[in-house]
């Protein structure tokens, strides 16, 4: 999806937003520990740079990620040493092993392409949960709150490096096409154009809510102001528990 060149722009777009990882890594521990106070571990799925693992690092004695970009994996290792993370689609994965924790941030659920794949994925996140565990997910817009024609524009700097982007999106159905364009201008190597295209879906509540459900999850859907697309927040039932 992202050439290596937009995995380290990427990075800094967020960066430049203002985007504060430290403190939605807060909010999420809390949120997380409301359900499951001795949660000690925690995978971040479509986990990117990694730089929502880096705030997570200080609060569970275990984080992972996982991502299936390569370009994206490179960018996160090289910044995250020590932290592992594995290459896979968030659709159907196997790592072999639970956590306490499963999270998928910066909507990155609005890749998947339909209400089917939006469960196989759900199910597969709550497969790597221990009995009790909790699943914490950061939605894309709501299809009633989708303004048709949205253009985004951000410019960030970092040292002799400036790099603007501005973005349109339209909606067909319940898909998204979501056009970028980068412009990059570095002291050294001048300046660069990078065009990038996204397919996003939107997906109701409820259609996220049943997902839930049928992966074994009790699940509320609450606001923050950190978040404000909301978070999903997924308990998973044990057996009898319903």
């Known amino acids: 999806m992202y050439t290596a060149d937009l995995a380290e ?50 609060r569970f004695s275990r984080v992972e990620g996982l991502e299936f970009s390569p370009d994206m994996i490179a960018e996160a290792r090289s910044r995250r040493p020590g932290i592992t993370i594995s290459r896979g689609d968030m659709r159907d994965f196997d790592l072999g092993r639970r956590f306490d924790t499963v999270i998928c ?59 603007a982007r501005v973005s349109h999106s339209h909606r067909r159905g319940r898909k998204v096409p979501m056009v970028v364009h980068y412009i990059v201008a570095d002291a050294q190597t001048g300046i660069r154009h990078f065009t990038d295209t996204h397919t996003l879906r939107l997906f109701e509540q409820s259609e996220y809510e049943s997902a839930f459900d049928r992966a074994g999850c009790d699940v509320h859907y609450e606001r923050d102001a ?3 697309l909301g978070l999903f927040i997924g308990h998973a039932r044990v057996p009898n528990e319903r």
């Open 105 to 163: 941030m910066a909507s990155s659920i609005a890749y998947l392409r339909s209400t089917g794949e939006l469960g196989q994925t759900v199910a597969a996140m709550a497969r790597h949960l221990r009995p009790g565990g909790v699943i914490v997910l950061e939605p894309w817009v709501f299809p009633e709150n989708f303004i048709p024609g949205y253009v985004a524009a951000d410019i960030a700097r970092d040292g002799d490096r400036t790099v």
């Open 226 to 228: 950190r978040f404000p």
């Open 9 to 58: 722009v990427y990075h800094l777009i967020y960066t430049g937003r203002g985007k504060d990882y430290a403190t939605e890594a807060r909010t999420v521990e809390k949120l997380v520990r409301a359900h499951s106070p001795e949660a000690d571990s925690l995978l971040d799925v479509a986990c990117g740079t990694g730089a929502h693992l880096a705030a997570f690092q200080s």
